[in-house]
């Protein structure tokens, strides 16, 4: 079946740009998101990109989608400590009646 | 705005107890689901509707029942409480459309013993 893999953990210090990686098999794949999980809260959609698109950004997020590798990131410039939370990629395509194949979400640390 | 509202926060149960887990959202989505989130095991899909009156099974249907009487409601319910039913549950809702991004509860946390 098809398959989302992130690395479980990451940490940075305050300041510093912070690249979450994502790697998908689905060659179908149609929209590629983004979701933050604070302690103790639902997710949270941070942005998506389309597969037609490398590249979107977003305030301090830029999402990067290499379509050949099927590979996708998240980098956040200036990293704050309110970021610390798991971030999820998650993929869809548009002919599996909207269900999203999820990676296991990336724990990001940020030391001040 | 509510969003997506999901009650209880909260629920201890005993092995074979029924319970239902409730769910509703005033955006007016057509998509609404039930996932289960666990250690190591990420987001897990239990069961979804694309409308009213129509429901179908997720990855991990077993132990559990929904219904979608109204476009707001989607209940989740536990028949026979299991341990390893143990999780805590989101509800997410959205509409049809494939870039509707989903929208989350805050999640319920249930342990059963």
């Known amino acids: 079946g098809e398959d989302v893999e992130q690395s479980l953990f990451l940490s940075v210090r305050e300041g510093d740009s912070s690249v979450i990686n994502c790697t998908y098999t689905?060659?179908?794949?149609?929209?590629l998101y983004w979701y933050k999980q604070e302690p103790g809260a639902g997710l949270q959609l941070l942005t998506y990109i389309f597969s037609n698109m490398d590249m979107k950004q977003d305030q301090r997020l830029t999402v990067l989608l290499n379509k050949k590798d099927k590979h996708l990131s998240l980098r956040i410039a200036d990293t704050q400590t309110g970021d610390s939370a798991i971030y999820f990629c998650?993929?869809?395509?548009?002919?599996?009646?909207?269900?999203?194949?999820w990676g296991l979400g990336t724990s990001l640390a940020v030391n001040p | 705005n509510a969003g997506v509202t999901q009650t209880p926060k909260f629920q201890v149960l005993k092995t074979g107890q029924s319970m239902t887990l409730q769910c509703a959202q005033d955006?007016?989505?057509?998509?609404m689901s039930w996932y289960r989130q666990d250690p190591g095991m990420g987001l897990r899909l239990i069961h979804y509707s694309v409308g009213a009156g129509i429901t179908d099974q997720g990855e991990v249907p077993n132990g559990y029942n929904v219904s979608r009487s109204t476009t707001e409601d989607f209940p989740l319910r536990l028949l026979s409480a299991a341990p390893s039913q143990t999780s805590v549950y989101f509800c997410?809702?959205?509409?049809?459309?494939?870039?509707?991004?989903?929208?989350f509860g805050n999640g319920t946390r249930l342990t059963v013993t």
């Open positions: 998650a993929e869809t395509n548009a002919g599996n009646n909207r269900k999203l194949i």
């Open positions: 689905d060659s179908s794949s149609t929209y």
């Open positions: 997410a809702s959205s509409y049809i459309s494939h870039n509707s991004p989903l929208h």
């Open positions: 955006m007016n989505h057509e998509y």
